[in-house]
């Protein structure tokens, strides 16, 4: 599966590969109060390439110019497809572009690294300065090494470009990519170098080993109009509308720094600190089980919830796994931390108790698993009424959120 740019690009930050300030636009109004400053680049985020040539990726000096550009990308079908968000990035300065890849080969079953010294949009030109060296052996700074002087590449740049094929390899290698490619990389006057553009090509395979990358899949996603890889339904319309009118649940995921994944299985996670839920994902899929919706509630503060607002959090998380339509069955498995566990499970009753009110009350079960000071037996006792199981063992929890999605 391919990613989008900015999902490349967000990879790529991660391991050092540099690029530019940038920002992800939902909605026209995210343009008045961007936060890079102009000139800015606009760019549709379609899976296609060829966006340059097609018009999908347009400079702007002022909001007003951005906002137009914006307006004009957003209404441009490239391959058929219409972007759910566009890139805005700072305007950078090359005078010289190269392109850069590392892809698997199918054949030999061995990495490969390309490189050109002409890179850009102009496709012929690439491939006719085209280098390659495969990865025959165990990789080593030499094989980038020596790519880059096949390039013809000079001075600081034999040692710039060596390190950023570096870096794509190790990312090649430790997300299970078939494509990791940078075209252009833009060479400054000075001599900088810059990943302008990025493509990355997920091995479809392997995505269960990387919630992350998953992760990274789905956090923006919007709904079902552009399914990664789909043809485009021919309803310009809706998708455009789509645009203008994003749907609420993901902004009041953003305004509590929820991390939210939505995965095609059945069992919804609630869980805090990345580390606990990657951990329980892992679990999960070694066991057998599909994840459903996702939830980390702990967001990207540091310092560890008061009770009154970690139970605020867990309120509200809460439901909006409970309200996630294929999820049959809920894990919570939460680090009780600064909080006692009985609050979590009162927490937990109270939201239970206010929905059951409702004539359309459809219990779901819940395995509950807290890692912190144990349950009073009057909380516990009253758990079983709404479904709630209490497991203090982890792999017991497991086991028992399985047992009821695989029946
Ligand atoms: P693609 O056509 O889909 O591959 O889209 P790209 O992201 O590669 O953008 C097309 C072209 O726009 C690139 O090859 C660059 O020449 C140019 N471009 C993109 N971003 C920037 C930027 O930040 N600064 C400058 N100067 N050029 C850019
Ligand atoms: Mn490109």
Redesign the pocket.
Known sequence: MDLL?YQAKELFAQIGIPI?PSQCINHPADLKGLKIPYPV?L?SQVRA?????AG??KFAENTIDAVAAAQAIVNLPIMGDYPDVILA??????DR?LYLAVVLDTHARRPVLLGSNKG??DLDAVMEHMQVVVVDRSFSPFYARRLVLKMGLQGRLIQSVSQIIEKMYRLFVDKDLDVVEI??L?VSPDGSVMA??GKVTVNDEALSRHPDVMELLHQHAPGSVHAPGSIFDNNGDRARDEWHYRPQKPDRVKDLDFHLMDLEGTIGVLSNGTGLMMATLDLIYSSGGNPARCLEIAGDFQGGWLADQFCERIDRGLELVLDQDPVEVILVNLMSGLTPSDRIAETILKVLEQRSRSPAYDPIPIILRLVGDPLSPAIAERLAQFQITWIEDLEAAIKATLAPSKL
Do not use: F, H, T
């Open positions: 740019e530019l680049v760019k390439g060829g966006r340059g040539k999908g990726v990035e700072a305007k950078y300065n090359a572009e850009g949009v075209n252009p833009g302008l553009d």
